[in-house]
């Protein structure tokens, strides 16, 4: 039986595939790894180029055909990490790209407050009474509201239970930021807000009183640029890809042909000295986006936004991710950043988190903000001039006054920002299938666009001629494909090895390849063979991999 559902799939055993195969190992694992940080081993950076490359192909080369029926323009663009600092004073990274976090003063762990939940113990008469503080309530904390985590903790309150007596009553639910009076919806004094804090056990500790106040942490990474370690010198690793973008948008507009509207993209590598690196390679410190910035007038913006939040969900589905593992999730007005007018998540359900979801990509309108403070602190004027508007203006007859506002204007920007290294995961856990039927009890189902491997060539066995056609046939099909040979062991432990690998097709060379030049094709997810001639292997693989 294959297992799809994401709920029945282990993280620890996608992990442990992950290692085993090659597709991602911790960084420099040698010296004990370092916390959110992950290499890409040979399977994981052929994965990730191939997803890469898609983006790119179906963002910049080839995008979608725009909502009045004419081809889009997105040119493409590759920013330095590092960048003037005034840049993130201007994004408004330097004052307020921060999570607010809370330190355990027991378990010297630090963990990100609005991750942090509790649920609530009514404590028994002979706890209060022995108790210094008296508490009525103790509320057991975790982190991040999965599944693992929150049986964790409740197993540690109904432990507590069971030794103090009392009731544990997980209904009573309340988030971090509440119980320490640091949510901005709720009005606490400072006398509750310590005696609620006194009462939370934090999740790598057993007694309660151990969490400070959230305090905001920044999240750039510092670094000097030059001889000269002063203030002076300090500069920051990119947060994110964006602000390179708008950084070039008068380069862009000023060097290529292009008019509004239009959109400028960009992949690379964005660092973010998270406070809580988890699941995997979900959150890490290093990671790398994929982000385009459309750049459009005003009053069409909001047509803008319903195109790209319906194209993006479109290009997630294309990579094979099956339509209900993905949803939507509109940002409320709290939620939304104060120059943003709308903002959609895409959200995948990743084991970790079924049956609920979490992030993948977000779509913003941003409005005007990144322009306009670039063009406050810069001193650069970013207006764009419309002659298209300006011409029909006049010839519907408008005011001087009329047509200069309908022709003169900060554009608003429409962002769809995604994560690659996140893409990544989501294939890996998409395509991880358990099956007990074959001997690998396992193979990945990547559709074959995104394997890393997209044909393994075989020679049934190592002698009477077929190693020196299986070197043919593969030296022919890796001009164009990602192929690998494999001459050792037997043939089921090949195949096996190229289940876990994700590889869609083996082809084997066997006694009647030599005689009337034919070759099974065999395929992962059926399992089944078919014998076609040698000559049509590439057609064959072509026609698969474009599907
Ligand atoms: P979160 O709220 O989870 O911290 P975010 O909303 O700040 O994420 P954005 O700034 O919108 O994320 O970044 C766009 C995309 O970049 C995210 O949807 C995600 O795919 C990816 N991303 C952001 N932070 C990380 C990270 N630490 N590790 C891996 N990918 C990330």
Redesign the pocket.
Known sequence: MTITDPAHKSMDDIVALCKRRGFVFPASEIYGGLNGFWDYGPLGTALKNNIRDWWWKRTVECPPIGPDGEPVSIVGLDSSIIQNPKTWEASGHVGGFSDPMVDCTESKKRYRADQLHAAAVITSDEYQENHPLQLTMVWFAWLENDEVSRAQAYRKAEKFVKKNGGKFDPSQHASFMFLAGADPQEDVSIEDRAMLLGRIVGPDTDKPGTLTPPRDFNLMFETYVGAIRDEDAKAYLRP?TAQGIFLNYLNVLNTMRVKMPFGIAQIGKSF?N?VTPRNFI???RE?E?MEMEWFCAPEDSPKWYQFWKEERMNWWESLGISPENLRFRDHDEDELAHYSKMCVDVEYQYPFTAPGFG????VAHRGCFDLTQHQTHSKTKMEYFDQERQLRAKEAGKSKEEIDAVSKYIPNVIEP???L??AVLVLLCEAYTPDDSRPSKVFMKFKPRFAPIKAGVFPLVAKDGMPEAAQKLYLDLRERFAVQMDVKQNIGRRYARMDEAGTPFCVTIDGETLSDQTVTVRDRDSQGQQRINISQVETFLSEQIEQ
């Open positions: 994110e973010r998270e979900f959150r890490s990671f986006q992030e993948l990509e977000g920002a995604s994560g290294t996140r």
